[in-house]
């Protein structure tokens, strides 16, 4: 790449960038994922034949995502002091799996998907099981694979397609 493209290229990928790609995360992609986290639940309320509706569900889903949120926030205000573009992905999750034991090198195989599993989200299922137990009224196994069903699937998929 000659210098002007790679200065391009380099400047896509700024501080402004990051910043407003977070931003358009918490307020946008997030919500989203949180009304598919609520449907989900909702179908299996109707599967299980559990009565609380999709409000009820959406709201657990808001309430029980709080301790993610509160990371984004953090990684935002990071993006916001940082003193040049150069940031790790590491230095905005500090308290992923991958920081907190394993540190393994970025572009290493698994390095996303160890990045992204951490405290805030085993906070917020263990929230979502209590949650879903509260209002079911039923045991702690049926609440925890009615919570982690979902997760286990997408983080096996991923952990799949990264150790393949």
């Avoid at 090198?105 to 989200?121: K, Q």
């Avoid at 079911?136 to 397609?161: D, E, H, K, M, N």
Wanted: charged share 10%; net charge neutral; aromatic share 12%.
């Amino acid at each position: 790449m000659d210098e002007e493209k790679r200065a391009a290229s380099m400047a896509m990928f700024g501080r402004g960038m990051l910043l407003w790609s977070t931003v358009v995360s918490i307020c946008i992609v997030y919500p989203v994922i949180l009304l598919l986290e609520a449907l989900y639940l909702l179908g299996a309320a109707k599967v299980t034949k559990l009565s609380p509706g999709f409000k009820h569900w959406f709201t657990l889903a808001c309430w029980t995502s709080l301790p993610v949120l509160l990371t984004n926030v953090v990684a935002a205000i990071m993006l916001v002091l940082a003193e040049n573009s150069q940031i790790a992905p590491s230095v905005l999750q500090p308290l992923s799996l991958n920081e907190l034991l394993l540190h393994v090198p970025e572009g290493s195989p698994g390095y996303a998907l160890f990045e992204s599993l951490g405290i805030p989200a085993l906070l917020s299922w263990a929230l979502m099981i209590i949650g879903v137990r509260t209002w079911s009224q039923r045991s702690w196994a049926f609440s925890a694979t009615v919570t982690l069903l979902p997760w286990v699937i997408i983080y096996g998929v991923w952990a799949f397609f990264a150790f393949r």
